[in-house]
């Protein structure tokens, strides 16, 4: 008797082997794309978060006190943090609490941190006017407003995270 394997018993293993490499493979890309989408909404929420906490502190830029700090869209993948009304804002309350291009300086340009990572579209202006925070989103401060932004992967727009501002301050990912 010869010892071997038979032509079949070869072609079942590499079908398996096969196999169990394409649904490796499949989970790691999966995996991958959810950490990217990941990261960015992290880095993303942080600016957030920084520009409501400027604005709790009241910080100085360009040696005035602002009326608050947003965030801006620019492009799918670019966004502006902002200092509203340094030069001469006699009531920030009254004032408009969008960006105002050559008005209001731009603090931070950010881009997203992942490269594959876009904004699906584009989303309101974010500010916050100190002391508490008030927020302000596309300059309406009304109770349960939201905005939703969607981060999402720039080759499959459908396999995005959002995350949710309300004019709260909160800030949930999702």
Known sequence: MKNGFTLIELVASIFIVGALSAAILLNYRTGQNKAFLTRAAAAFETDIRRVQNLSVA???????????????????????????????AANCQSSDHNFQSGADPVY????????RVVFRSVFSDIFFEPPDP???????RSVGASTAIEL???????????????????????
């Open 108 to 115: 931070q340009d950010r881009k997203i941190i992942e490269q």
């Open 152 to 174: 999402c992967l720039e080759d499959d727009l459908t396999n995005c995270r959002n995350l949710i501002i309300d004019t709260a301050g909160r800030v949930v990912s999702q």
């Open 58 to 88: 009241s910080s100085e830029f360009e040696s005035s006190i602002p009326c608050g700090y947003g965030l801006h869209y620019v492009d799918n993948r670019t966004y502006w943090l902002y200092a509203g009304r340094l030069n001469g």
């Open 134 to 140: 008030t927020t302000y989103i596309n300059n309406s």
